[in-house]
């Protein structure tokens, strides 16, 4: 092969790594703000959720129905913000994603009275937040190792980068 002939090879190869170089750190861009925004979502649905079981809680415990009456709307308004907020959450992972599934059950359960132990309500509740919020953690970190080393997940699979 003639210099020139191995000049463009060279700069085709250039060319090319420098591509899939972008294309990589594109990506990284997207995965991080998906993971800022998930993380912000989740935030808003637990300290909704928050919102709606101290409310829950007080309109349980209210005798007069009048005050009860008045308790309902703002109770039906911060559950339907907080179930706005979820479908968001699970608009983001895929229907057959195992751990993004088990997270969304979790944050369900946070409004889900059913769930609540009834001699201990609000501590249950608390318990609930806090397993809901370390599953989340460990999801986003998961996500964040992978855009952080995007061959990672190629590892588990007996591939090395």
Same mark, same amino acid.
């Given at each position: 092969?003639?210099?020139?002939?191995?000049?463009?090879?060279?700069?085709?190869?250039?060319?090319?790594?420098?591509?899939?170089?972008?294309?990589?750190?594109?990506?990284?861009?997207?995965?991080?703000?998906?993971?800022?925004?998930?993380?912000?979502?989740?935030?808003?649905?637990?300290?909704?959720?928050?919102?709606?079981?101290?409310?829950?809680?007080?309109?349980?415990?209210?005798?007069?129905?009048?005050? /009860?009456?008045?308790?309902?709307?703002?109770?039906?308004?911060?559950?339907?913000?907080?179930?706005?907020?979820?479908?968001?959450?699970?608009?983001?992972? /895929? %229907?057959?994603?195992?751990?993004?599934?088990?997270?969304?059950?979790?944050?369900?359960?946070?409004?889900? %009275?059913? /769930?609540?132990?009834?001699?201990?309500?609000? %501590?249950?509740?608390?318990?609930?937040?806090?397993?809901?919020?370390?599953?989340?953690?460990?999801?986003?970190?998961?996500?964040?190792?992978?855009? /952080?080393?995007?061959?990672?997940?190629?590892?588990?699979?007996?591939?090395?980068?």
């Amino acid at each position: 092969m003639t210099p020139t002939i191995w000049a463009a090879v060279g700069a085709v190869g250039a060319a090319l790594a420098a591509a899939l170089i972008a294309r990589s750190v594109k990506i990284s861009e997207f995965r991080q703000a998906w993971i800022n925004e998930l993380r912000a979502d989740i935030s808003e649905f637990i300290s909704k959720s928050h919102e709606w079981i101290d409310l829950y809680l007080n309109f349980n415990a209210e005798n007069n129905n009048e005050k /009860k009456a008045a308790l309902a709307p703002a109770l039906d308004r911060i559950k339907y913000d907080a179930l706005h907020v979820l479908r968001r959450i699970e608009l983001r992972f /895929k %229907p057959d994603d195992l751990e993004g599934n088990v997270l969304l059950l979790t944050l369900r359960d946070l409004l889900n %009275p059913a /769930k609540l132990t009834p001699d201990s309500q609000y %501590p249950s509740w608390r318990r609930l937040a806090d397993d809901t919020t370390v599953k989340a953690r460990h999801l986003l970190k998961e996500e964040w190792e992978v855009t /952080k080393n995007p061959f990672r997940s190629a590892r588990k699979f007996g591939f090395r980068g």
